[in-house]
């Protein structure tokens, strides 16, 4: 088992910047590509980005494409999502996810675990 707790989230104004940090347990962090997805009320579960293992390829959703950045610190079991130039459509409980697997990155499905959500809102 792997326990993920995401924080970082809070309130900005649009156009404004977050970084969100993933915090890992265990001793085989490294092992597992980490992802972030992201549900706004009403709305399904989204793919917004994925990292392998150690680090070396990166996969992002098309919206946020040029603006949030994955990235990861295996020394410290830390997964991060910067976000810069934030839009009000950004707003969403934004989910750290592993998996033991690799493949389809994009798919919710396909995670083991899954952190309990950190919420960002992006005011007009």
């Known amino acids: 088992q792997v326990q993920l707790v995401e924080s970082g989230g809070g309130l900005v104004q649009a156009g404004g910047s977050l970084r969100l940090s993933c915090a890992a347990s265990?001793?085989?962090?490294?092992?597992?590509?980490m992802a972030w997805f992201r549900q706004a009320p009403g709305k399904e579960r989204e793919f917004v980005a994925a990292?392998?293992?150690?680090?070396?390829?990166?996969y992002s959703a098309d919206s946020v494409k040029g603006r949030f950045t994955i990235s990861r610190d295996n020394a410290k079991n830390t997964v991060y999502l910067q976000m810069n130039s934030l839009k009000p459509e950004d707003t969403a409980v934004y989910y750290c996810a592993a998996t033991e697997s690799g493949g389809n990155y994009y798919l919710p499905f396909k995670y083991d675990y899954w952190g309990q959500g950190t919420q960002v809102t992006v005011s007009s």
């Open positions: 265990g001793r085989t962090f490294s092992r597992y590509p």
């Open positions: 990292i392998n293992g150690n680090g070396g390829r990166t």
